[in-house]
């Protein structure tokens, strides 16, 4: 079972509708989780992280946690063709500063005008 | 916006040849990380760096790799003997408190 697991893409919407990333992870001890965005050959750039159970909002992000699902997930709303890019799940073990992150594999998303 | 700096962009290196790849980090972060990503896979980490000394290391981390923080500011990832497989690209990454991290621009590293 892959650590860090999301769901296979690639993913397709339309601009201006809801795109919805979901991910999953295997330690049950993970605290800290983070969604990337990636435009193809370039870094990772970080969106959002999330600590508690439940909604964590910022623009037209939202992610969502559930702990005892074990579930991650990222909601962006009024999609845009700018949104078109690789997002990845990270998931630390540790609450704490200097915690290593485990990747997911990514899923591409395309947001078509 | 501050950003993580790394140098070279791209570094071309034969086979069992040595490289170093530097990044200088955002200047008031405390906690800082090499990753790697192999093309078309996922980001992989490498070592945690944190009051001078390495604080975290995956397995991928062997004999063949060092971290060095030589002064205030550069973080530097040395490979010795490099092989084709250690092709990839490398990232920098820095945090002050946790809450996620600021990714360098990455080193194309190519082993020819």
């Known amino acids: 079972q892959k650590e860090v697991e999301q769901n296979s893409g690639p993913l397709s919407v339309p601009e201006g509708a809801i795109a919805s990333l979901n991910c999953t992870y295997s330690?049950?001890?993970?605290?800290?989780f983070f969604w990337y965005r990636q435009y193809s050959g370039k870094s990772p750039e970080l969106i959002m992280f999330?600590?508690?159970?439940g909604d964590k909002e910022d623009g037209r992000f939202t992610a969502q946690l559930n702990k005892a699902s074990q579930y991650v997930s990222l909601l962006i709303r009024d999609s845009q063709p700018s949104d078109s890019a690789t997002y990845l799940c990270a998931v630390n073990p540790y609450n704490t500063n200097a915690g290593k992150s485990t990747f997911g594999d990514g899923t591409t998303l395309t947001v078509k005008p | 916006e501050p950003e993580v700096t790394q140098t070279p962009s791209h570094q071309v290196t034969q086979m069992g040849q040595e490289v170093i790849l530097r990044c200088v980090p955002i200047s008031n972060h405390l906690y800082f990380y090499w990753y790697r990503q192999i093309l078309g896979q996922k980001v992989e980490f490498l070592v945690s760096?944190?009051?001078?000394?390495?604080?975290?290391k995956s397995e991928i981390f062997d004999d063949q790799f060092s971290v060095e923080r030589p002064d205030g500011s550069n973080f530097t990832l040395k490979i010795r003997s490099t092989k084709l497989e250690d092709s990839a690209m490398y990232f920098c990454?820095?945090?002050?408190?946790?809450?996620?991290?600021?990714f360098g621009s990455g080193t194309r590293l190519t082993v020819v």
């Open positions: 990454a820095s945090t002050r408190s946790g809450n996620g991290y600021t």
């Open positions: 330690d049950r001890g993970s605290q800290s």
């Open positions: 760096f944190y009051n001078n000394e390495i604080s975290e």
């Open positions: 999330i600590y508690s159970n």
